[in-house]
């Protein structure tokens, strides 16, 4: 499986940060949230990031301006984790809104109930906390 396409969802601190790392790497980044506002933080952020990056001399210009070019938001949609490879899961650490989102966009993926899904061609990840068990 080839990965082209990532959707990172949630646009707080980590969203954001590994949204940047992905389209850094010439990944095609969908930013997704359920807020315009946090979608716009985030992207201050990675650009704020990428500037004192610049500033630093570890990365060039155009480089900033391709990274920030490879990342799309969305406000809580669906035709981004519809078409995604890799779906990165980066929400508040609430069990209840995690299983929503995961529940929610493996049933735009695929139409079928995340807890039946055994395999398929998409790598989904998301990030806990060891005290979230």
């Given amino acids: 499986m080839t990965i082209q396409k990532v959707t990172v969802v949630g646009a707080g601190i980590m969203g954001a940060g590994i949204a940047q790392v992905c389209a850094g ?25 990428l500037q004192q990056a610049v500033s630093k001399g570890a990365i060039s210009r155009a480089d900033m301006q391709r ?29 209840e809104l995690i299983q929503i989102h995961l529940t929610h966009y493996i049933r735009i993926k695929f139409g079928i109930a995340f807890d039946k899904m055994i395999n398929g061609e998409i790598i989904k990840s998301h990030l806990r906390s060891p005290f979230l068990r």
């Fill in 25 to 49: 790497g010439d990944f095609a980044v969908t930013l997704v949230d359920v807020a315009q506002e946090t979608l716009g933080r985030g992207i201050e952020s990675i650009a704020s990031s």
């Fill in 67 to 95: 990274t920030l070019g490879n990342i799309s938001t969305a406000v809580g949609s669906e035709k981004a984790v519809s078409k995604a490879d890799l779906i990165i899961e980066a929400v508040p650490e609430n069990i």
